[in-house]
């Protein structure tokens, strides 16, 4: 436990003094193999290929959907000023969207919408927020809620409408707290400074 921690600080800090974080994480999970020595066959046993494959998968997916240009049809709808209403928008069709192609793949694409807004730094929060409450909505939002579905498989069964139920509630109410309070930070607070 202690050795993870400290290969870990390791790599964040590698990270910080500017060396590439896929390439420092990949450097200290080899160091930490050869550290402890385990068998690598008995840490890629555990590895669930089918997630991996689906999850990249996704991004092939959302991939292909930005370059027939699918995602142009929506360039309209994306807000240019900060607005109440166009923060509603924005994070509607975030939260549609993560839930059709995954959050992670999805923000990829939006994120190019909110570098082109006049107010990217308040849409990057709005997206940050909303990309992540969008995972509680389905089953598909989320990998996270994927893997820990797959892990509980023996123990108990969730279906998707039932998952839907609830995160129906939670995004709906942690989405909209989220967008008032950035609202107010960035239209009422922090101009004012």
Not at 19 to 47: D, E, N
Not at 60 to 88: H, K, N, R, W
């Amino acid at each position: 436990m202690i050795k993870s921690g400290l290969v870990l600080f390791a790599v964040i800090i590698f990270w910080f003094l500017g060396f590439h974080l896929s390439f420092t994480a990949l450097c200290g999970a080899a160091f930490l193999i050869l550290m402890v020595r385990i068998s690598p066959q008995r840490i890629f046993s555990k590895i669930d290929l089918s997630i991996l494959l689906f999850f990249a998968g996704l991004f092939v997916v959302i991939g292909a959907m930005e370059e027939t240009g699918f995602f142009e049809y929506l360039t309209p709808y994306i807000p240019e000023e900060l607005t109440f209403e166009g923060s509603v928008i924005f994070s509607f069709i975030t939260v549609i969207f993560s839930n059709f192609f995954s959050n992670v793949p999805f923000v990829m694409v939006a994120m190019k919408w909110a570098s082109k807004t006049a107010s990217s730094e308040y849409f990057y929060y709005i997206l940050a927020a909303i990309s992540t409450l969008a995972g509680n909505l389905t089953l598909l939002g989320s990998m996270a809620n994927l893997i820990v579905v797959e892990m509980a498989k023996g123990t108990r069964i969730v279906g998707f409408r039932e998952y839907l139920r609830s995160g129906l509630i939670i995004t709906f109410i942690s989405s909209l707290i989220s967008i008032c309070y950035l609202f107010v930070v960035f239209k009422f607070i922090l101009n004012s400074l």
